[in-house]
């Protein structure tokens, strides 16, 4: 190959190495038209067992992008396929191997080697029997299809990443959802090879090639665009169709600048995300499509790119220093224009401002007259706080006062809720005997309940009568003792409303004890003559009734000690809350009181200044007049000023204008020569400055490994075969 024919190679600025170029070109040339044309043999025995519209389509695609690129398969007698079933990102479930047997020479029987399980023939009806992994099938004549499953690892993995609005997501996530999707699909090839190169050993990736495609409906997705890959119109659809050569840039030790594609990535705009599948095809032979002779000569390469970068280097100089010259001068001009126009475009601001200068003196001297108006009344009120001062102070001074006997009041009122004999400690005694006295008329009742029912029954009833008129006896000293406690709280007492209400049980114990007193006589007569059982059965009845209302009054009187002590615990906070409020009130009047001098100063103060005030506003009315003229002369010379500055602005920005186009063009060139210095002759001259005897001896190693890889489930030894692997997806859909 002569420096010619390497110019053509790489006259293409997006290809640095001819591998790169030609097997790109090569996949993608015919892959336009792919899904008019029918599928081969090979592939009508996948499409059998499909169902789907969407994967047939895929199918021939990806049949025809590869299929255009793989080398005839005609002398090899045996021809692999493996499908890997993976879920949504790519994760193998299950490997079926299909297997075509050719038998070009009509043999009875065909021996095969094989590593996979549950074999089966799935074209006809021809037998087989195995030993180990050796296989004979009866053929009589004809080509053997069977399949088998295996847990083997494929040697390229297809591994599924979603992304939606730039955040990776799950299948299951993105599932019905819209907004900016992106797919992107990677590649691991785990599959080495130690190869010889120059006598070296190297270890190097088999060159698979790997083509997926995918199928995105127009009415779920617009703005669709791939990186690595093509995206194909058929009527509803957007068939994408992405290209990699996972482990080839290793293989070759590529720079950065080598664009060996690993990856395929899919952007677009969903509505409602949802796909069906993707389809994966990975081949091992593709390399074989590069034409490589021994004959390449790169004799002179070198002087040609030596000479090639000196003229680029001149022509940059030249015109990296015309670009210099030029913008000095654009510079200087640009500079003159920005000041005359910026002078200029200030003129204007300068002839309204001295307008408005002339109106604001005279809205000036108009305010300053109104300020005049209005500082003769401060004046006059300063005066008038100025005398009200001392009334102030005394104020002060006798709110103090009133502060200092309400919070000794209150003081003292705390300290007669508190304490032994304190008002709190009374309620409490009251409630308890309200409740003793309450539980003593309760017995009292059932006493003389008892007593009515004895002197029905017996004439014993005189001994009971008694007896009863010591129970009396001590609920009399109980209701006394209740009285004399209702008594003293009733002292202690200060509210109206439970003065009132202690008074009246007062006088309810009181009534209580009387009858009491009078029962226990007639009771104590009855026992001492003997009396008259009737009327001492008529006495028990009413007392019966007496000691009811007793109990009724007792519970009554229970309740009215508890909420009476509830009240005055109540009372008793508010009292406290009181004195505390009176407390911080006599602290606060006590600094006022402190500062009264100190606002007596500041008034005296203020009212001094309002008096020099006044004077200095009178000196600013008596210069209006001299203001007012000078501000109008103002305003008439800034209107001249502003003609001229428009006359020189003019003539600079015409100048500047000139020197624009020249620095421009100047310019253009300069970034010329430099882009295409960096975009095409450093490229190339990067490109061609390799081992490239290295580089060919490489990439014939590489499609020798490429043609060595030939099976993958295994083969007889003798003979010819070829692999290829398929690899499905499962769709990713909302439930």
Same mark, same amino acid.
């Given at each position: ?10 006259? !293409? ?96 029987? @065909?021996?095969?080697? !094989? ?44 591994? @599924? ?8 997501? !799950? ?123 021994? /004959? ?20 940059? /100089? ?62 006059? +009120? ?14 002060? $001074?006798?709110?103090?006062? +009133? ?12 300290? +007669? ?38 002197? !029905? ?72 003559? +003997? ?15 007496? $000691? ?45 009181? /402190? ?93 061609? /400055? ?46």
């Amino acid at each position: 190959m002569k420096l010619k024919e390497m110019k053509q190679i790489f006259k !293409s600025k997006n290809a640095v190495k001819a591998v790169a170029l030609v097997t790109a070109a090569t996949v993608f040339a015919t892959s336009v038209n792919v899904y008019t044309t029918k599928a081969e043999q090979q592939q009508e025995q996948l499409e059998q067992k499909k169902d789907s519209a969407e994967e047939d389509l895929l199918t021939k695609v990806l049949d025809k992008a590869t299929g255009s690129v793989s080398r005839e398969a005609a002398d090899k007698l045996k021809e692999e396929t493996v499908y890997v079933l993976s879920d949504a990102n790519g994760t193998a479930n299950e490997v079926i191997v299909s297997e075509w047997l050719k038998n070009p020479g009509g043999k009875k029987t @065909i021996e095969d080697y !094989s590593e996979l399980s549950d074999i089966e023939n799935v074209k006809g009806d021809e037998t087989f029997s195995q030993n180990g992994e050796t296989i004979t099938w009866n053929a009589d004549g004809l080509d053997i299809y069977y399949q088998g499953k295996t847990k083997k690892e494929v040697p390229v993995d297809v591994k @599924i990443t979603y992304f939606l609005n730039d955040k990776e997501v !799950s299948p299951q996530e993105i599932a019905g959802k819209s907004g900016v999707v992106k797919i992107r699909m990677d590649y691991t090839n785990k599959e080495k090879q130690s190869i010889q190169i120059n006598g070296k050993t190297q270890e190097v990736y088999v060159p698979f090639a790997v083509v997926s495609g995918l199928v995105l409906p127009v009415d779920h997705f617009t703005n669709v665009s791939v990186t690595n890959g093509k995206v194909l119109s058929e009527g509803n659809n957007n068939i994408i169709v992405g290209l990699a050569f996972p482990g080839l840039s290793d293989s070759l030790d590529a720079s950065e600048e080598i664009d060996i594609p690993d990856y395929v990535e899919v952007t677009a705009n969903a509505e409602d995300f949802a796909i069906d599948m993707t389809l994966t095809v990975a081949m091992s032979d593709i390399l074989d499509t590069v034409s490589i002779s021994d /004959d390449v000569d790169f004799s002179d390469i070198g002087d040609q790119v030596d000479a090639l970068t000196d003229a680029t280097n001149q022509l940059m /100089d030249g015109s990296s220093q015309l670009a210099s010259g030029t913008k000095e001068l654009k510079n200087g001009t640009q500079t003159l224009a920005a000041g005359a126009n910026t002078l200029n475009s200030k003129m204007g601001s300068l002839t309204s401002g001295a307008g408005q200068l002339a109106s604001g003196i005279n809205e000036y001297t108009a305010g300053v007259g109104q300020l005049a108006s209005g500082i003769n009344t401060l004046k006059q +009120g300063t005066e008038k706080l100025n005398k009200n001062v001392p009334a102030l102070k005394k104020g002060v $001074s006798d709110l103090k006062e +009133g502060s200092a006997s309400a919070k000794q009041g209150a003081a003292q009122l705390v300290a +007669g809720y508190e304490g032994e004999n304190g008002a709190l400690a009374g309620t409490k005694k009251l409630t308890a005997g309200a409740s003793q006295f309450a539980q003593s008329a309760e017995a009292f009742a059932q006493g003389a309940a008892q007593v009515s029912a004895g002197i !029905s029954q017996a004439s014993g009833a005189l001994s009971a009568l008694s007896g009863l008129g010591a129970t009396m006896q001590e609920q009399a000293v109980q209701v006394a003792t209740q009285k004399a406690q209702l008594e003293a709280a009733l002292a202690a007492e200060t509210d109206p409303a439970k003065i009132a209400d202690l008074a009246s049980q007062v006088g309810y114990c009181k009534g209580v004890l009387e009858t009491l007193q009078s029962m226990q006589q007639k009771l104590a007569g009855a026992a001492g003559g +003997g009396g008259d059982l009737a009327a001492l059965n008529a006495g028990i009845e009413q007392l019966s009734q007496g $000691s009811a209302a007793l109990t009724a009054g007792a519970k009554q009187l229970t309740q009215g000690s508890v909420q009476l002590e509830a009240g005055m615990t109540k009372l008793y906070e508010g009292t406290k809350a009181l004195d505390s409020g009176l407390t911080t009130l006599d602290a606060g009047l006590g600094k006022l009181q /402190d500062n009264s001098k100190t606002l007596a100063d500041g008034v005296s103060k203020l009212d001094k200044g309002a008096g020099e005030l006044k004077n200095g506003v009178k000196k600013l009315t008596d210069n209006s007049a001299t203001l007012v003229n000078g501000g109008s002369s103002l305003a008439a010379g800034a209107a001249q000023v502003a003609d001229a500055v428009g006359q020189i602005a003019d003539g600079a920005t015409k100048l500047d204008t000139g020197a624009g186009k020249l620095t421009s063009g100047a310019t253009q060139l300069s970034d010329g020569m430099l882009q295409f210095n960096e975009e095409g002759i450093e490229k190339i001259t990067g490109a061609l /400055d390799i081992d490239s005897s290295s580089l060919v001896e490489k990439l014939k190693a590489l499609m020798q490994a490429g043609r060595d890889y030939q099976t993958f489930a295994g083969k007889a030894d003798g003979i010819e075969g070829t692999v290829k692997f398929v690899i499905k997806t499962e769709g990713v859909k909302a439930e």
